[in-house]
């Protein structure tokens, strides 16, 4: 079973940066792809993005496209979200998430069914 922790969040203003991490507790967080969720108050939460395995595939929501870059460090089990340019509406909690099974159609990667570990989040917020 894999534990994951995220950290990194804050308050920041719009136009600003935040780096959330999410550290996985097994030595098998190599083996699972990973991905970035939010939920805003009062709304479901939604996909962010995703990475495979080794880091080489990343699939984006449109939300976060050209904005937010996901990266991982499979020597520390930690996978990374950069955001930048914030908005208002990034504000939320953000998870990590992570599975075995990397879909290669992305719609279904984006689904939070697809994801089997969960860390408890952390609070990202935007305003000005």
């Known amino acids: 079973q894999v534990q994951l922790a995220e950290s990194g969040g804050g308050l920041v203003q719009p136009g600003g940066s935040l780096r959330l991490s999410c550290s996985g507790s097994?030595?098998?967080?190599?083996?699972?792809?990973m991905a970035w969720f939010r939920q805003a108050p009062g709304k479901e939460r939604e996909f962010v993005g995703r990475?495979?395995?080794?880091?080489?595939?990343?699939d984006y929501a449109d939300s976060a496209k050209g904005r937010f870059t996901i990266s991982r460090d499979n020597a520390k089990n930690t996978v990374y979200l950069q955001m930048n340019s914030l908005k208002p509406e990034d504000t939320g909690i953000y998870s990590c998430a992570a599975t075995r099974t990397w879909r290669m159609d992305a719609k279904l990667g984006s689904s939070a069914d697809e994801y089997d570990y969960w860390g408890q989040g952390t609070p990202v917020t935007v305003f000005s």
């Open positions: 097994e030595h098998s967080f190599i083996s699972h792809a």
């Open positions: 990475t495979s395995w080794s880091g080489d595939v990343t």
